[in-house]
T-cell receptor, first 115, second 112 residues
Framework: GNSVTQMEGPVTLSEEAFLTINCTYT??????LFWYVQYPGEGLQLLLK?????DKGSNKGFEATYRKETTSFHLEKGSVQVSDSAVYFC??????????????FGKGTLLTVNP | DAGITQSPRHKVTETGTPVTLRCHQT?????MYWYRQDPGHGLRLIHY???????DKGEVSDGYSVSRSKTEDFLLTLESATSSQTSVYFC???????????FGPGTRLTVT
């Protein structure tokens, strides 16, 4: 079946530091990959996505590249801000077989950025 | 107006009582989902709907039922609430044309 593994955290950084949150996956076929962000007390928001190998998703200074050879979709940002403090979820939609209806989520990584 | 709303946003109820959570969307999402979020477990799918009156079970469906009588509304019912159902519940929707899901703001349910 499909699965997503992301670094557990929590991750604590100083403002303007470089961020990497690792995400690796197991899936059949060619999955679509997503990063979601959840700010305190809110629902999940789609941050970025990639639908095929070597695609780079980007939004709000965050980037992630779909690497089929390493089954990875690591989230990066060059200079984090206090306002980036949130929980980040990696997710996939399986590429073949199974259900087209569902996303498989990682367990989330809590990021805290200190001023 | 927000695309997906949930009501109530907070609820405290007693063990053994029935509870219904409502998800309302104005985005014409065909697919809708109910998740629960708990520390250490991430998001777990309870039930989902792939059209009006078409629903199916997710990975943690025991003790929950759902109904969808029109496109806009997806109801989650706990027939007899238990303390293990204390959680934050999220509704999400998806269009036919893409796979990403859009989430509501959540309902925090406490069963005492």
């Amino acid at each position: 079946g499909n699965s997503v593994t992301q670094m557990e955290g929590p991750v604590t950084l100083s403002e303007e530091a470089f961020l990497t949150i690792n995400c690796t996956y197991t899936a059949t076929g060619y999955p679509s990959l997503f990063w979601y962000v959840q700010y305190p007390g809110e629902g999940l928001q789609l941050l970025l996505k990639a639908t095929k190998a070597d695609d780079k998703g980007s939004n709000k200074g965050f980037e992630a590249t779909y690497r089929k050879e390493t089954t990875s979709f690591h989230l990066e940002k060059g200079s984090v801000q206090v306002s980036d403090s949130a929980v980040y979820f990696c997710a996939l939609k399986g590429g073949s077989g199974g259900s087209n209806y569902k996303l498989t989520f990682g367990k989330g990584t809590l990021l805290t950025v200190n001023p | 107006d927000a695309g997906i709303t949930q009501s109530p946003r907070h609820k405290v109820t007693e063990t053994g009582t029935p509870v219904t959570l409502r998800c309302h969307q104005t985005e014409n999402h065909r697919y809708m989902y109910w998740y629960r979020q708990d520390p250490g477990h991430g998001l777990r799918l309870i039930h989902y709907s792939y059209g009006v009156k078409d629903t199916d079970k997710g990975e943690v469906s025991d003790g929950y039922s759902v109904s969808r009588s029109k496109t806009e509304d997806f109801l989650l019912t706990l027939e007899s609430a238990t303390s293990s159902q204390t959680s934050v519940y999220f509704c999400a929707g998806r269009w036919d044309s893409s796979y990403e899901q859009y989430f509501g703001p959540g309902t925090r349910l406490t069963v005492t």
